[in-house]
């Protein structure tokens, strides 16, 4: 492997029309993330992401929330390439529930390797507690919710836009279950659900039953 130098810009924007950023009742946010490499060093990429989000207000304080995330790397030429620091992985508590962190995707020897491609999307049901032992704002920082996720990671590159959507579909992993979630300040969460893997593939690192996580980046 060896050493390398790797130099770049990263650019973010976001539209956030949410009435919260933990809980949002309602509203949307879309994000484009770009990370340009290759101004030094032997390390030299574009790196697109983008996340979509939708809230909808239901009765009985209920809301559904949708989500769908995307992301592509490609390299600039040929004498430049990028290491596997800079891929993306799919699978953890807080993305692709029910898969083990870096769980979904190509392995070797137990080792995630990552890909150039991935999408993800989520369907949660967020409901207060049922019997709620707190009061106030801090009984607001609790819910629970039913939830499906889904995704996919791998080299999907293609001319043909039908068979791009195609190779996007097929092999697709995903998830339910329910839990726990409990707002930390005004960024973080901490989720605790029981998850059912409904489609897995040769490689995967699964996680059914009880998984715990906490985090700031979540779908």
């Known amino acids: 492997m060896g050493h390398s130098l790797k130099s770049s810009l ?12 933990v809980f949002p009742s309602k509203g949307l946010m879309f994000r484009i993330q770009q990370e340009f490499a290759g101004l030094g ?10 996340e979509l ?20 790397i490609q390299c600039l030429n040929n004498d430049k390439a990028y290491n596997i620091s800079d891929r993306f992985f799919l699978g953890g508590p807080m993305t692709l529930r029910g898969f083990e962190m870096r769980g979904a995707g190509p392995h070797d020897e137990g080792c995630a390797l990552g890909s150039d491609t991935y999408w993800t999307g989520a369907l949660h049901l967020y409901t207060p507690l049922p019997f709620n ?15 499906m996720n889904a995704g996919n990671i791998g080299v999907f590159h293609s001319g043909d836009y039908q068979q791009l959507i195609q190779n996007l579909w097929e092999k697709r992993r ?12 005004q960024i973080a969460r901490i989720e605790v659900n029981y998850c059912l893997p409904m489609t897995v593939h040769q490689g995967d690192r699964a996680c059914q039953g009880l998984q715990f996580g906490i985090g700031v980046s979540y779908i």
């Open 53 to 72: 989000q939708a809230n909808f207000k239901l009765p009985f304080e209920c809301v559904l929330q949708g989500t769908v995330t995307g992301g592509v």
């Open 133 to 147: 032992p707190f009061q106030g704002e801090f009984a607001n920082r609790f819910r629970m919710h039913l939830f």
């Open 174 to 185: 995903w998830s339910a279950g329910l839990g726990l979630v409990v707002q930390v300040g």
């Open 41 to 50: 060093g032997d390390i030299g990429f574009l790196k697109n992401e983008a």
């Open 10 to 21: 990263q650019h973010t924007l976001q539209v956030d029309h949410r009435d919260g950023t």
